[in-house]
């Protein structure tokens, strides 16, 4: 099927995005109800609009009938989505809107499970050859060892930086001196958690 005009909106490829995830975690597709309940939508009407216009795109196959007939098309499978933009500087506030598909060799990222994109802006991590417009590709996982750049959610905002968790404090440390460090002490009232480990990064030439 020839792709719809002028491409998919960030919330459809949400959508395309999440029926990929449910098909390998479960082994089934989505129904519309399960993906409007997941994602927020008020309708299963509106949902129904997305399916549609991915499937106008070619991004997504329907098998007639079916309750659980989604599957993403062959051009659509394989890629790794791009979830918008991370600081490598000041956190900003963390916004999962997923803005494409990268599609890497898989030699450097596997079978991408577990794997998404994220886009800098700031040069705190200059120092390891992070530079601001990079993509840096992440592997979803709530741990990580000592001194490995990590995306990390603090209170509600996300930054990419190494990661040192001691007994007193957990630190996040830029490797551009001009960034003095993230501490988060136990009882100041804020909460940090690892979103992934940075385990790449292509740019753009």
């Known amino acids: 099927m020839a792709r719809g005009a002028g491409g ?3 919330r459809q490829l949400t959508v395309l995005d999440f029926i990929q995830r449910h098909s390998r ?6 129904t519309v109800r399960e993906i409007a309940t997941a994602l927020g939508f008020a309708s299963t009407n ?3 609009c997305h399916v549609d216009a991915l499937e106008r795109h070619g991004l997504l196959e329907r098998r007639p009938h079916s309750s659980r007939g989604l599957r993403a098309s062959e051009g659509a499978r394989g890629g790794i989505p791009i979830l918008g933009r991370i600081a490598a500087g ?8 997923l803005e494409g598909y990268l599609t890497p060799d898989p030699f450097l990222v596997g079978d991408g ?3 998404f994109v994220l886009r800098v802006q700031g040069d705190s991590m ?3 050859g992070i530079l601001p417009g990079d993509y840096i590709i992440v592997h979803r996982q709530p741990v990580a060892e000592r001194g490995r750049i990590v995306v990390a959610m603090v209170d509600d905002e996300a930054t990419v930086k190494h990661w040192q968790a001691d007994e007193d404090a957990v630190r996040l440390l830029a490797s551009n001196p001009a960034y003095p460090p993230i501490e988060v002490r136990p009882g100041d009232g804020r909460q940090v958690e690892v979103l992934g480990v940075v385990t790449g990064v292509f740019r753009k030439v």
């Open 8 to 10: 998919p909106t960030a």
């Open 25 to 30: 975690r479960t082994g089934a597709p989505p």
């Open 46 to 48: 509106a949902v129904a």
């Open 90 to 97: 000041t956190p900003i506030t963390a916004v999962e809107n």
């Open 113 to 115: 499970e577990d794997t």
């Open 126 to 128: 200059t120092g390891d």
